[in-house]
Each structure stands twice: as structure tokens, then as C-alpha cells.
């Protein structure tokens, strides 16, 4: 079983920056796609990106095209996220997801293991 734990989150003002990430860890070690996920307060958990095990396919959601990047590091067993350009819409618990699977992610995937979250406070 794949253990994801977050790091990274934090408060910042609208229109900066933070990077997340999400060390894997665990047996099997590889073939797993990575995605990060969000749910604010009152509202149900969104999709935000994910990345393929190869780290050479993403996928964002709308709301965040352009403005956050995830990519892979290290022994491609750690995700991370880049988010530009905040704003207090973003505020929310950050998810880390994988599931076994190595090809090219898309919409509909079903996430089989997930961190226990980050928060994200972002300020007007």
C-alpha cells in the first residue's frame, strides 16, 4: 500500500505563490498516476491536476489552467504543485490522490489513495 503525505501549505496574500508537495512512499514503488484535489469549507472535493507515473502527461481542471503547474521530482515518487496567482477562491484543504496506473491521465480516473491534506489560506 502507497502511503502520499502533503507539506507546503500555509497563508498567503492574494496573487502569491506556494508550492505543495507529495512524498510517496511504500510498496509497489512505481506505476502510479498522482493528482491533487481541493475541498473548501461547505463545498464538495474537486479535482485540481494530475500527472501520469511518467510525469510526461498532466491534466488540470479549468479554474486552474495557467496558474498552477504539477510536476514530478525525485524518483517521480513525489508530486508537486506550483500555484501562481492565488486567490482567495483557491482557500481550501489540499488532497495528494495516486492510483495504480501508467499511462496517460484524463478526467475520469478513479483515485484509490489519498494523503491527509494540506491548508491553503489565501487572503484578499
Known amino acids: 500500500q502507497v502511503q502520499l503525505v502533503e507539506s507546503g501549505g500555509g497563508l498567503v496574500q492574494a496573487g502569491g505563490s506556494l508550492r505543495l508537495s507529495c512524498a510517496a512512499s511504500g510498496r509497489p514503488a512505481s506505476g502510479y498516476a498522482m493528482a491533487w484535489f481541493r475541498q473548501a469549507p461547505g463545498k464538495e472535493r474537486e479535482f485540481v491536476a494530475a500527472?501520469?507515473?511518467?510525469?510526461?502527461?498532466?491534466y488540470y481542471a479549468d479554474s486552474v489552467k495557467g496558474r498552477f503547474t504539477i510536476s514530478k521530482a525525485g524518483a517521480r515518487n513525489t508530486a508537486n504543485l506550483q500555484m501562481n496567482s492565488l486567490t482567495p477562491e483557491d482557500t481550501a484543504v489540499y488532497y495528494c490522490a495516486g492510483t495504480y496506473y501508467s499511462g496517460p491521465v484524463a478526467s475520469g480516473l478513479h483515485w484509490t489513495f489519498w494523503g491527509q491534506g494540506t491548508q491553503v489560506t489565501v487572503s484578499s
Open positions: 500527472i501520469s507515473w511518467s510525469g510526461e502527461s498532466t
